[in-house]
């Protein structure tokens, strides 16, 4: 069973950047049948997708957080991580990690397993 | 790239159909048959309900359906329960290899 957890800081500074991690069992993030993403989301709002990571770093950002987004991953650890910059209040939400399937997998460009989620609150 | 988007609500009775719209533009929900969506309850992680516009996952009920025709995909629960409520969100694929997501839905069984 594939399982992904966040882990995070939970409390930023503004101006500071926050580093997310999501760690993954039962699966390998070097398999080409999937990709890794990050969504998030404000409390009480919709979700936003961040950005997804595959091969051997190969990466898609929103446009909208594309200069302040970096993703990497360490295959050695099976994990995959978020860094976000210039954090301001508009970045506090929960940030969730997700599998998606690739047209390699049956389940294609669809985020079919989640984490449960970290909340990443911005505050002096 | 905008949000795609859904009505902020809808309702329904125990028993009866609804059907959530998901309305994007040719260079997304049209451009591709990769829409899919998501059920959140309070509090949880969304879970995959629909894929590739209208296929459902492992261990989904076949009261979720989902169609699309042009830039609108729409969800559809039949026989509704009270397990239904919770919030539905669309995404889809777009032309510049992103993901965008639909402001979401509140589903009300009444």
């Known amino acids: 069973q594939v399982h992904l957890q966040e882990s995070g800081p939970g409390l930023v500074r503004p101006a500071q950047t926050v580093s997310l991690t999501c760690s993954v069992s039962?699966?390998?993030?070097?398999?080409?049948?999937?990709?890794w993403s990050w969504i998030r989301q404000p409390a009480g709002k919709g979700l936003e997708w961040i950005g997804r990571i595959y091969d051997s770093g190969s990466t898609n950002y929103n446009p909208s957080l594309k200069s302040r987004v970096t993703m990497s991953m360490d295959t050695s650890k099976n994990q995959f991580s978020l860094n976000l910059s210039s954090v301001t209040a508009a970045d506090t939400a929960v940030y969730y990690c997700?599998?998606?399937?690739?047209?390699?997998?049956?389940?294609?460009?669809?985020?079919?397993?989640w984490g449960p989620g970290t909340e990443v609150i911005v505050s002096s | 790239q905008s949000a795609l988007t859904q009505p902020a609500s809808v309702s329904g009775s125990p028993g009866r159909s609804i059907t959530i719209s998901c309305t994007g533009t040719?260079?997304?929900?049209?451009?591709?048959?990769?829409v899919s969506w998501y059920q959140q309850d309070p509090g949880k992680a969304p879970k995959l309900v629909i894929y590739e516009v209208s296929h459902r996952p492992s261990g989904v009920s076949n009261r979720f359906s989902g169609s699309k025709s042009g830039n609108t995909a729409s969800l559809t629960i039949s026989g509704l329960q009270a397990e239904d409520e919770a919030d539905y969100y669309c995404t889809s694929y777009t032309s510049t290899s992103t993901w965008v997501f639909g402001g979401g839905t509140k589903l009300a069984v009444l």
């Open positions: 039962g699966d390998s993030i070097s398999r080409d049948t999937h990709y």
């Open positions: 040719s260079n997304d929900v049209g451009a591709y048959n990769f």
């Open positions: 997700a599998r998606l399937g690739s047209s390699g997998w049956y389940i294609n460009r669809a985020f079919d397993i």
